[in-house]
């Protein structure tokens, strides 16, 4: 049974930084592409990030492109997000996914799975 450890997320001032992590059991995390979703309540969840296998190839949506990093520690189970520079928009639960298929892209992200309850990040101005 794959289970998720997520921390990092907070409540940070306009312009701060936060550091997200989830450390995954139950899988072996460098059989499966990785990334991260957001979700405002009664809005439509938003693929912002993802990294492949091997940590080669990235994804980052528009709305964070700059301003965050993904990364991925294969020999512990463990994903990062770094989120600088935050803004009162990227208030939301954040989710860490993950996916068997070794594809990251805009349109391969929707389609990962999720096991975790997620973090909320709540920026103020």
């Known amino acids: 049974q794959v289970q998720v450890l997520e921390s990092g997320g907070g409540l940070v001032e306009a312009g701060g930084s936060l550091r997200l992590s989830c450390r995954f059991s139950?899988?072996?995390?460098?059989?499966?592409?990785v990334g991260w979703w957001r979700q405002v309540a009664g809005k439509e969840r938003e693929g912002i990030s993802c990294?492949?296998?091997?940590?080669?190839?990235?994804y980052y949506s528009d709305s964070v492109n700059g301003r965050f990093t993904i990364s991925r520690h294969n020999a512990n189970n463990t994903l990062h997000l770094l989120m600088n520079n935050l803004r009162t928009e990227d208030t939301a639960k954040y989710f860490c996914v993950a996916s068997s298929y070794d594809g990251c892209s805009a349109s391969r992200l929707p389609h990962y799975s999720r096991w975790g309850q997620g973090s909320q990040v709540t920026v103020s101005q």
């Open positions: 139950g899988l072996s995390l460098g059989d499966y592409a």
């Open positions: 990294i492949s296998w091997s940590g080669t190839n990235t």
